[in-house]
C-alpha cells in the first residue's frame, strides 16, 4: 500500500498571491495577465466583463480556451469573479441580482461562469447575493436567495467547481453570521463555501481580522485582500487603512490556506501596473513579518470603536 507523502505546511512566505483583473479594467486580458505574471503574482482573480471574457458575447467557447491557454503559458491560477457592475443591465449596476423579481439573467450568468470555471480549472467561483430592493420585503429577498443559490449549487455540483459566496457590506448578506445562516439554510452544502474579502472584515465584522479568518477556516476557499478602514466601505491600498497585514497573513498561513490570496483594488484601474507592483511588494514584505506569528491567540481582544 503506497503511502501519498504529507503536504509541506504553509507559512506566509508561501501563501499563494494574485491581483484582480476588475482592478486592470482600461487593460486588454491578455496584457494584463502578462503584467501580473512579469510581475510575479501567482494567480488572477478573473471578473467576467465586457472586455474580460463575456461570457455572452459570441464565440464563448473559443475564447475560454484562448484564455486557458494564455493562462497555462504564464503559469497563473485563476479564480472567477461575477461582480462587473454593468454587464447584465447597461442601466443599473448589479442588476437583475438573485433578490430582483425576475432573478433569470442572473442565474444564468451564475451558470455560465460555473461552466467556465470548470473549462479554465478555476479553483472557485465567487458570487454575493446584492442589495435588497426595496419593494422586496426582507423574507421574500430571503427566499429568492436562497431558491438561487440551490440553482447555482446545483450547477455546480454537476460541474465538480467550487464556490466561493462572498458576504459584502451592504448586501443582504454582509458578513460572517448571515454566510452561516445561508449555508445552514442551504442544508450545509460541501461546495458551499466563503470568499473572505480582508478588508470587510475590519469595515464591520465583530472580530479582530486574523479571528475572521480563523473563524471561517474550515470553509474558506478564496481570499481577496485589500487595507479598509472601520464602518467604511472603501477599497484602499495597503497601507492607506487601518489593517495590520502581517498577523493576518500569519493567520491565513495558520489556518492552512492554499488557495489564492487577490488583491482587490477595483477603483485603481487608472494605475493598474503600479498598484500592482506595490501591492505584491508590501504583501511579501508583510509575509516575511508574517513568518514569526506562529499561531494565532485564542483570546484576540475585541475591535475597538
Known amino acids: 500500500m503506497s503511502v501519498s507523502a504529507p503536504r509541506p505546511a504553509v507559512d506566509a512566505t508561501t501563501l499563494r498571491l494574485g491581483y484582480g483583473t476588475n482592478g486592470f479594467a482600461n487593460h486588454r486580458l491578455d496584457d494584463a495577465l502578462g503584467v501580473l505574471a512579469d510581475l510575479g503574482y501567482d494567480g488572477v482573480a478573473l471578473t467576467l466583463d465586457h472586455d474580460h471574457l463575456d461570457p455572452f458575447a459570441p464565440g464563448l467557447t473559443r475564447r475560454v480556451a484562448a484564455v486557458g491557454r494564455r493562462l497555462d503559458e504564464l503559469g497563473l491560477a485563476v479564480v472567477i469573479e461575477t461582480g462587473a457592475r454593468y454587464l447584465l443591465d447597461p442601466w443599473q449596476k448589479h442588476a437583475p441580482t438573485l433578490l430582483h423579481d425576475d432573478p ?6 451564475l451558470r455560465r461562469a460555473v461552466r467556465i470555471g470548470a473549462d479554465l480549472g478555476a479553483e472557485a467561483v465567487s458570487f454575493w447575493a446584492g442589495v435588497r430592493p426595496e419593494a422586496v420585503p426582507p423574507q421574500c429577498a430571503w427566499d429568492r436567495l436562497v431558491a438561487g443559490c440551490a440553482s447555482v449549487v446545483d450547477a455546480a455540483d454537476a460541474a465538480d467547481v467550487t464556490l466561493g459566496f462572498e458576504p459584502e457590506p451592504g448586501m ?6 448571515d454566510w452561516r445562516r445561508l449555508r445552514a439554510a442551504l442544508g450545509d452544502p460541501a461546495r458551499f463555501g466563503i470568499t473572505l474579502d480582508i478588508g470587510h472584515c475590519r469595515c464591520l465584522e465583530p472580530w479582530p481580522v486574523p479571528q475572521c479568518v480563523a473563524e471561517v477556516a474550515g470553509h474558506l476557499v478564496n481570499v481577496q485582500i485589500d487595507d479598509m478602514r472601520r464602518g467604511v466601505h472603501e477599497h484602499l491600498e495597503f497601507g492607506d487603512g487601518e489593517i495590520d497585514f502581517p498577523p493576518v497573513l500569519a493567520a491565513l498561513a495558520a489556518a492552512d490556506y492554499r488557495g489564492l490570496v487577490a488583491v ?11 498598484v500592482a507592483a506595490r501591492s505584491i511588494e508590501f504583501l511579501r514584505a508583510a509575509a516575511l513579518a508574517g513568518r514569526t506569528e506562529d499561531e494565532v491567540p485564542a483570546d484576540i481582544p475585541g475591535v475597538p470603536a
Open 172 to 177: 443582504l448578506v454582509q458578513d460572517i453570521a
Open 104 to 109: 433569470t439573467r442572473r442565474i444564468e450568468f
Open 264 to 274: 482587490e483594488l477595483p477603483r485603481d484601474s487608472h494605475a493598474a501596473p503600479a
